[in-house]
């Protein structure tokens, strides 16, 4: 695992039994945003059919918001994440919220090399990652993304908000911790999601955050 990627991990192990808590600190984006991204999220989500059989994958999923958030509509949920006490918050949610019986696997992995068969996934979810990394990376977490999402599969995804003023507080916070926030315009990411194999379903402002619904199209 490169250097980045390992203090990405040492920064989320060290912050994971926090991480629920937002707005505590100071330059920590507030706790109405990150509400306001999770409501976008469902509407987002109800876009898409969910069945009781619907495979579902959350890429960095930290504490477990989002795969929990989709669970609450039906299917069977997977997480992966680098950081292992992020992991260690999401199980003990699954125990809360009594969902042992649709968690089928939580499992400390890297988004470019997915412990995951090909053509195996309905719905791939990556929220508040992509940011951390450039976007020749990106490409390649959306290679892999492909990989395992079944062709006409769904992908939630969300990029920096560069029209947000918060976003760029947040981007300081992170650089002083020593990780980059990358921001592009919508534009820009827009041209960039063209060449991927998706196509561009929705996108929604949420926050900080400009949120994608893609489809695969392309494998
Ligand atoms: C801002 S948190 C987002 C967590 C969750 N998706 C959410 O929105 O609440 C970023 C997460 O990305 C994870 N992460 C960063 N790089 C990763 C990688 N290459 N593979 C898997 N997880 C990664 C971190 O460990 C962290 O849990």
Wanted: hydrophobic letters at 35%; aromatic letters at 10%.
């Amino acid at each position: 695992m490169s250097n980045y990627k390992s203090k990405l991990e040492e920064w989320y192990d060290s912050t994971a039994e926090r991480y629920d808590s937002w707005g505590s600190r100071e330059g920590e984006y507030s706790s109405q945003t990150k509400s306001l991204e999770i409501a976008k999220f469902n509407e987002i989500l109800s876009l898409i059919k969910i069945k009781e059989n619907t495979k579902i994958l959350d890429v960095a999923t930290g504490t477990g918001i989002y795969l929990i958030e989709a669970l609450k509509k039906g299917g069977v949920g997977y997480g992966v994440d680098i950081s292992k006490s992020m992991l260690e918050q999401v199980k003990k949610k699954i125990i809360k919220f009594k969902l042992k019986s649709k968690v089928i696997k939580i499992i400390k992995g890297d988004a470019e090399k997915l412990p995951f068969h090909s053509d195996f996934f309905d719905i791939v979810i990556c929220i508040g990652m992509f940011e951390y990394y450039p976007l020749v990376k990106v490409k390649a977490f959306l290679e892999e993304i492909k990989r395992v999402l079944k062709k006409e599969g769904n992908l939630i995804v969300d990029f920096p908000n560069n029209n947000n003023k918060e976003v760029y507080e947040f981007q300081k916070k992170e650089r002083s911790a020593g990780h980059e926030i990358h921001i592009y315009e919508k534009g820009k990411i827009n041209e960039f999601l063209k060449h991927t194999g998706f196509r561009i379903i929705k996108s929604n402002c949420a926050g900080i955050e400009i949120q994608f619904l893609l489809k695969l199209v392309k494998k």
